[in-house]
């Protein structure tokens, strides 16, 4: 007898054959694992993904949107898959602000053990690191359900002891939408991010969110420009303060805006009503060559100053990378390729594995300069030559 395992509920299934459903959550197939097979680390994972992701994704050690990896191949007119727009200037330059960052090594001082633990819009979180919103993973190479996919994020962020948000995209509809299905399977334990579509849409997602019990509710501005979602029937539109202003006061949760790139926007959001303004240029996939979110985050925090509640996200791969940001002004780091490698590659185990590997090398960044708590990583733990 053989023993599986459902990789998005961890319901174990003895059976000769592989089981094609998981009784207790439905999860099909694609998403039962032998237990012999259960990855074990983040390496693993990634050796799971890269086999589903063929041609699209190589799930390298060093993801940098570069024009030697697959996803950067140029292919006018093809779908982006998980690449960035353009020549992938923005997607590049988000890996490289991040790389210019360097830390002061601190070594001296009492023994500590860091404490990563931190609030979040009311949440005690394990660690400051979110799975960030995105979605259509379904659509390569039809690896994974899109809401399974969205559930084993929803989960594995939960059961590393911290918090998902989910995305939408063209296939996502009001009535029929893989995120919110999966914010009811996790009983509401998550934050949509829904494109900026009409206002009257935007309410109804919104009311369904709060019916749900979703711990806040956002809009990813920056979507805007998504011709593909008009051409499936889901205008999206560039939203004036007062439509901020309109959402804000509708919502009954904390209103997330995101994809600010700069400080002047960043301000009027703030002066809308938003509870975080979340700087990201949406991993450089929706306008090429912008300067790197690195670069931009800490002139947004001088613009807002210490009130408001930041997150970050673009090109960060790594603790350290994380570290980084939060001493930059950042108070939350969002993580978006690699928990897409991590969920497809091995559903709720393989993104608990990867934001686990996340915190522990954050520990030690926040060890090795002596940022003792999530507090004390300012700008005072970064090189400054000047
Ligand atoms: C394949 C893919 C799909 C995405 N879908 C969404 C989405 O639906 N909504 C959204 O707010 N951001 C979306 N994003 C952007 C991410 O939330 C995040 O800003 C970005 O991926 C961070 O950069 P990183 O991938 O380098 O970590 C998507 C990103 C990727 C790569």
Request: include cysteine; charged fraction near 25%; aromatic fraction near 6%.
């Amino acid at each position: 007898m053989n023993q599986w395992s459902c990789s998005v509920c961890h319901e174990i299934l003895n059976d000769e054959e592989k089981p094609g459903i998981c009784p207790v959550c439905n999860a099909d197939d694609r998403m039962i694992i032998n237990t012999k097979q259960l990855p074990q680390t983040v390496e693993q994972v990634r050796d799971m993904a890269r086999k589903k992701l063929k041609g699209i994704c190589a799930a390298y050690p060093f993801c940098d949107g570069n024009s030697d990896k697959i996803c950067q191949r140029e292919a006018y007119g093809k779908p982006i898959g998980l690449g960035g727009v353009g020549q992938g200037r923005s997607f590049k330059a988000n890996v490289q602000s991040l790389a210019e960052v360097e830390f002061n090594m601190s070594v001296l001082g009492e023994h500590f053990e860091p404490d990563t633990s931190c609030s979040f819009l009311g949440m005690d979180l394990d660690f400051p690191v979110l799975a960030s919103s995105t979605a259509g993973a379904q659509k390569y190479n039809d690896a994974i359900d899109e809401t399974l996919f969205c559930t084993s994020v929803l989960r594995g962020a939960k059961e590393a002891g911290t918090i998902g948000l989910r995305g939408d995209t063209w296939f996502y509809t009001p009535d029929d939408n893989p995120c919110l299905k999966a914010m009811e399977a996790c009983n509401g334990y998550g934050i949509p991010i829904f494109k900026p579509r009409s206002q009257d849409v935007l309410k109804s997602l919104i009311e369904k969110a709060q019916t749900i019990g979703c711990k806040a509710v956002g809009v990813d501005l920056d979507g805007c420009g998504s011709t593909i979602m008009a051409k499936h029937g889901h205008p999206v539109f560039k939203k004036s303060s007062k439509d901020i202003e309109e959402l804000v006061k509708f919502a009954e949760l904390p209103f997330i805006a995101k994809g600010i790139m700069i400080p002047r926007e960043a301000r009027i959001c703030v002066d809308a009503g938003v509870a975080v303004i979340a700087v990201s240029n949406h991993g450089g996939r929706v306008l090429d060559s912008t300067p790197g979110v690195a670069t931009m985050l800490p002139l947004i925090r001088k613009e807002l100053g210490d009130s408001i509640t930041i997150t970050a996200d673009g090109g960060v791969r790594t603790g350290y990378d994380v570290l980084k940001m939060l001493a930059l002004g950042a108070d939350a780091v969002l993580l978006g390729r690699d928990i897409i490698r991590a969920s497809v590659g091995a559903g709720t185990l393989g993104v608990k594995l990867h934001l686990e590997h996340i915190r522990k090398t954050l520990k030690k960044a926040m060890f090795m300069t002596g940022a003792k708590n999530i507090k004390m990583a300012d700008s005072s733990i970064l090189f400054n030559n000047n």
